[in-house]
């Protein structure tokens, strides 16, 4: 029985882990390109001839 | 760094977008059909084919699968090549992915129609097609894990994330819960029973709802939404948080479908805490999408494409409230088995996966085709026509739900019942009327569409494949100075896999573990005992038919439900269920302690023709019940596959089980004759008498000896 306890334990150990992890990168700053991205999505690559194989 | 030359494949994606219109407007016909069917039962035609309990499995497998699916892979395979500047992996991958895809859908339809079903809602597929979809999953997997490796982009953009996430955990989803023991060629029993059947089959519905229609929709919000307004989405940050949050929270929110229900306590207050923390990811990715359209709300009064945007991610916020709200014990105990469920599942279905598909599909059929949208008016028509149908789908159906809440719950003054089922079910009819005419305005939207659509392809040309240019990635990727650890992730897609894997895991891990092995959760009764071989048949058929879209068997502890079906359920007497039958929706009422209530001439009168013995009944009839044989064959092999999955029939029982099948038969038989009814012993119909002779009678049994031994 004490198997489920252990493997209960370790799944929220490692859920946990998670949070910090998540919330030191937060607090850090470490989002700091958040600018490029979503920015470069909008222009298209392709070149104007289309159609061409 | 030299530039590449590379194309992208338009062919894909027009096929999944053709596929996807296609199929959403056969699911939705047929949606429309057994909305009706409700109002009238006529409309069942009595044909087994034609009747609701095969139908309404057919009408949400075509919508979620073959619609939304299609409508996700033609968002992917536009997208992803685009976002990461390189071609998907493999074209033959491709194709095998859209062709196994259409050919699941089509074998899906059929045999739904023909019967064959697992009997657990939105997995209700037979194995021979659950080892199909596998395989069509993992090669759709390996061509964006393979697309992702070989791209010439290093940042993963967040839809690639929510891509990614949805492959997964789909991927593991539909493996748990389609654990089955095969009985024959498309006849399989689900390796769990009872109260951890139904567990792992609302952990997967619910994460279904969560990673097929919402998360991967995300993705395509995040792609199409910025594309068609032409700016950057609100905020990136946010969208990040959110991602995590969302999947992290998603996975343990399944125990709501369970409120009240015979699941442990811990597990169902599990599920409640969750679901109401779900509602802070599922707004911040409504608010990032609504945000995004910042200062440019000009454009949606001009562009229709906008329009179906902004009320689908509306429709997604409203639905993302209204889920954790219905996750309330309170509240749940009001909209469980009610027609406020099926209200709130449609906001998220027309409102969100609908209108997001449409929206997307008005910005990507001109692209494809190198032209303009055909008209705009017909569009912004198809936008208000499309609205007005959510609507008068949804009020009737909020409405009809607290209806039947009040007259089900109202007791009289001198403490007895105040109205009969039939009563709820006559005053809900009406309710049931306006949904059906909401939906078919909802459909003649769509049909607009259709048109507006295949105009807009003759008028321009299709782009087979567009050329593109970029530099490959660096061999070594030196992380800058001041790297965020987040990038680390981001950069390795086999990372964020497996960590994403992880998440999701712990969370059904969690949950799951505990309940099957603490035998504690399920208190066994001594009283409850293996099916009979005929009552094993009968309910097969019971399965088959589908009387679970409408008949629950699962009796909640509330006075109103005690008074009338009788004493609530226990975990302990579904221990022999493979598969669970709850059921999630009581169109007709409740059936876990049928056994016992009428002779077995009324269920034969019942069956074939509902209203004789039930006035106002909407139920459809089943007269091939009474045509039909017994498959008597099959009765080895189903006691066998049984006692491998732990029910104790005695050791060869199989060998002489037919023997107590005719016995039992010949009983019934005999019972008919009593009251002049003559039939064969062999029929289906004497099966299913049996098995709803025998529901909730062995608790009873339990009941009457302990009070005789006071």
Not at chain 2, 93 to 112: C, E, P
Not at chain 2, 354 to 366: E, K
Not at chain 2, 606 to 624: A, F, K, L, N, R
Request: charged residues 15%.
């Amino acid at each position: 029985m004490s198997i489920i306890i252990l493997i209960a334990a370790v799944s929220i150990l490692i859920a946990g882990g998670f949070l910090i992890a998540f919330l030191w990168g937060v607090k850090d700053g470490q989002f700091d390109d958040d600018f490029a991205p979503p920015n470069r999505i909008l222009f298209d690559d392709t070149i104007k001839t289309k159609n061409q194989k | 760094m030299e530039l590449q030359k590379f194309y992208y494949d338009n062919k894909i994606p027009k096929l999944f977008a053709i596929a996807c219109i296609f199929w959403g407007v056969i699911g939705m016909l047929v949606g429309v059909l057994i909305a009706f069917q409700l109002a009238f039962p006529v409309l069942n035609f009595g044909i087994e084919y034609t009747t609701f309990g095969r139908v309404r499995p057919i009408h949400t497998n075509a919508v979620i699968f073959a619609f939304v699916g299609n409508g996700i892979f033609t968002g992917v395979y536009y997208s992803l090549p685009r976002l990461l500047k390189t071609p998907m992996w493999s074209n033959a991958l491709s194709k095998i992915h859209f062709w196994g895809w259409q050919l699941i859908i089509v074998a899906a339809a059929l045999s739904l129609a023909m019967g064959y079903t697992s009997g657990k809602e939105y997995a209700e597929l037979e194995w021979p097609i659950d080892i199909a979809i596998t395989l069509i999953w993992v090669a759709f997997g390996i061509n964006i894990f393979g697309t992702i490796l070989t791209r010439r982009e290093r940042h993963l953009y967040v839809a690639i994330w929510f891509f990614i996430a949805s492959w997964v955990t789909i991927a593991m989803l539909h493996i748990v819960n389609s654990f089955e023991l095969p009985v024959s060629f498309m006849k399989s029993y689900s390796w769990y029973a009872g109260v951890q059947d139904a567990l792992v089959q609302w952990w997967y519905g619910h994460n279904a709802v969560a990673f097929f229609l919402t998360t991967p929709y995300l993705g395509l919000m995040y792609y199409f939404l910025p594309k068609a307004a032409g700016r950057p989405v609100y905020s990136y940050k946010l969208s990040i948080v959110h991602f995590w949050s969302l999947i992290f929270l998603y996975i343990w929110a399944g125990p709501h479908h369970l409120l009240y229900t015979a699941l442990p306590d811990w597990a169902q207050s599990l599920g409640t805490a969750f679901s109401i923390m779900l509602l802070l990811p599922s707004w911040g990715g409504m608010l990032n999408g609504l945000f995004t359209l910042r200062g440019a709300w000009d454009k949606v009064r001009e562009d229709p494409v906008l329009k179906f945007f902004v009320v689908a991610v509306t429709c997604y916020g409203m639905a993302t409230f209204e889920g954790p709200m219905l996750s309330l014990k309170n509240v749940n105990a009001i909209s469980h088995y009610s027609d406020w469920t099926i209200a709130h599942v449609h906001i998220g279905a027309l409102g969100w996966n609908g209108f997001l598909t449409f929206g997307m599909m008005y910005w990507l059929i001109p692209k494809l085709f190198d032209t303009k949208l055909y008209s705009k008016k017909l569009a912004a028509t198809h936008f208000w026509i499309g609205t007005l149908g959510i609507i008068l789908y949804a009020i009737p159906m909020y409405w009809a739900a607290f209806r039947s809440y009040f007259m089900l719950s109202a007791f009289t003054p001198e403490g007895q019942l105040q109205y009969q089922f039939i009563d709820v079910v006559q005053t809900v009819v009406p309710f049931y009327v306006l949904r059906a005419l909401g939906g078919t305005l909802y459909l003649a939207g769509v049909l607009i569409m259709v048109y507006n659509l295949i105009k807009t392809a003759k008028q321009g040309s299709f782009v087979a494949t567009e050329a593109a240019e970029a530099a490959p990635l660096t061999k070594q990727y030196v992380a800058p100075a001041k790297a965020h650890w987040h990038s680390f992730i981001e950069r390795k897609p086999i990372t964020l896999l497996v960590l994403s894997l992880i998440v999701v895991g712990i969370g059904g891990l969690v949950e799951m573990v505990p309940t099957f092995l603490i035998k504690s959760n399920i208190p066994t009764l001594s009283s409850v005992k293996p099916y009979t071989p005929l009552e094993l048949q009968g309910r097969d058929i019971y399965i088959s038919e589908g009387c679970y879209n409408c008949h629950s068997q699962m009796i909640r502890p509330f006075r109103y439900e005690v008074a009338r079906y009788g004493d609530y359920s226990k975990a302990g007497e579904f221990v022999y269920d493979h598969p669970f039958q709850w059921g999630s929706k009581r169109t007709g009422p409740d059936l876990a302690r049928e056994g016992g209530k009428y002779p077995d001439s009324w269920h034969f009168n019942h069956m074939i023709e509902p209203v004789s013995m039930s006035p106002g009944s909407i139920m459809p009839t089943y007269p091939w019940l009474y045509e039909k044989q017994i498959d008597i064959a099959s009765t080895k092999s189903k006691i066998y596959a049984m006692r491998k999955l732990g029910v104790p029939y005695p050791k060869n029982y199989e060998a002489v089980a037919n023997d107590d099948l005719k016995k039992q038969a010949d009983g019934i038989v005999e019972n008919l004759r009593k009251d002049k009814i003559n039939i064969k012993s062999d029929k289906q119909i004497i099966a299913l008498i049996a098995y709803l002779q025998r529901l909730g009678k062995d608790i009873k049994a339990e009941q009457s000896s302990s009070t005789k031994t006071q």
